[in-house]
């Protein structure tokens, strides 16, 4: 019996799967719950779930860091539990897998590595440069557009993306994503307030929030803990603090943005002018995301459905199509890559 095809979009904050057999989606959060820094406690959901309420003995943590693998072990751990979900790993499976751009060979190698050295030998492993599949999971028909610019917002990045005609013009991957605008808040939150927060009530009060517009004196009161006297209490966060503390991170993506588009070549630029950025990954729903990016590049910004599943929806599309298949992705085995083996 011929073996499965999987695309996969691997994210600092979660994983997708597209299963060809199945013909779904599988979607999981990237992290893993460890006992005593040894014994695997929980995955995928079950480990997010207790981040930040378990006991002390049992620490979460997350194998990719800034759209890399960052833990590798980990990582192949938790894939092998999520692919064997039917009871047995995936025997002669194809992989096809999503990999930022700007990232360094031995980075992008890593996440070939993950398949190729896995348990149930693969029988390919191809990949897929994501910005490219990003676009196709936005209803871009990459092949024939002229410009197109795709900025896709996730939790540990920001992957900024010009693609013409099938090809990658220019790409930049921020270490700068919507977990770096918690942390910002948690930060600014402990100086100017002596309180401490956690990350996952820094995401609340930033989904709450948003990013442009609502009136200036909402205010939200989360529970943290009290850094002068010590206890457990409750303080009321107000909107501007949370908004200036995303203020510096966001800014920089803006500059990023801007000045990669000036960069562009002028035909592309003027496709890309018509028809305006697509935004994707799961911080192009944080509320008024789009309209602050519109005023501060005057480009239109249309933000995709579902914008974090763009990239798997993309991987299914070119693993369907045979002719996006041979066009779009290639194996590190081939000629440009021998030297790496
Ligand atoms: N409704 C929402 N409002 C604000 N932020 C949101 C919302 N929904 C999701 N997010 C944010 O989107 C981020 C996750 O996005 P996504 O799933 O695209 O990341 P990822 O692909 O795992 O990470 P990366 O691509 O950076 O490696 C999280 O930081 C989360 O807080
Ligand atoms: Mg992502």
């Known amino acids: ?24 989606f599988r979607r999981e959060k990237d992290a893993i719950a460890m006992k005593d820094k040894k014994d695997i406690f929980a995955v995928g959901d079950g480990a997010y779930a207790i981040y930040e309420k378990s006991p002390a003995d049992i620490q979460v943590v997350f194998p990719m860091k800034e759209g890399v693998i960052a833990r590798f072990d980990d990582m192949q751990y938790l894939l092998g539990a999520l692919l064997k979900a039917d009871g047995r790993p995936a025997r002669s499976a194809q992989y096809v897998i999503a990999v930022p751009t700007d990232v360094t060979e031995v980075e992008k190698k890593a996440f070939y590595d993950l398949f190729f050295h896995y348990g149930a030998k693969a029988k390919s492993v191809r990949i897929v440069e994501r910005g490219l599949a990003d676009a196709i999971g936005c209803g871009v028909d990459v092949s024939s557009e002229k410009g197109i610019f795709v900025a896709n917002f996730g939790a540990g990045t920001t992957e900024l993306s010009v693609l013409s005609q099938g090809g990658m013009v220019m790409n ?22 002596d309180f401490l927060i956690g990350m996952t009530t820094a995401e609340k009060l930033r989904m709450e929030f948003g990013v442009f517009d609502q009136s200036t004196d909402s205010a939200l009161t989360v529970s943290g803990r009290d850094l002068v006297s010590g206890v ?20 920089e993506c803006v500059r990023a943005m801007r000045s990669m588009f000036e960069r562009t070549p002028p035909d592309v630029r003027r496709a890309i002018e018509q028809k305006g950025i697509c935004l994707t990954g799961g911080l192009a729903r944080m509320k008024g995301l789009s309209t602050y990016l519109e005023e501060s590049t005057g480009l239109t910004v249309l933000t995709a459905d579902e914008p974090e599943m763009c990239a798997v929806r993309g991987l299914k599309e070119i693993i369907l199509d045979r002719g996006l298949y041979r066009q779009l992705t290639y194996s590190m085995l081939d000629e440009d890559y021998r030297w790496l083996r």
């Open 1 to 24: 019996m011929a073996g499965n095809v999987y695309g996969l979009d691997l994210g600092t904050h979660e994983i997708r799967i597209f299963d060809k057999k199945k013909n779904g």
């Open 172 to 193: 930049r991957l921020l270490k700068t994503g919507g977990g770096n605008l918690d942390s910002a808040i948690v930060s600014l939150v402990r100086r100017s307030r």
């Open 232 to 251: 457990p209490s409750q303080a009321e966060i107000s909107i501007s603090l949370v908004r200036a503390a995303m203020k510096e991170p966001l800014e």
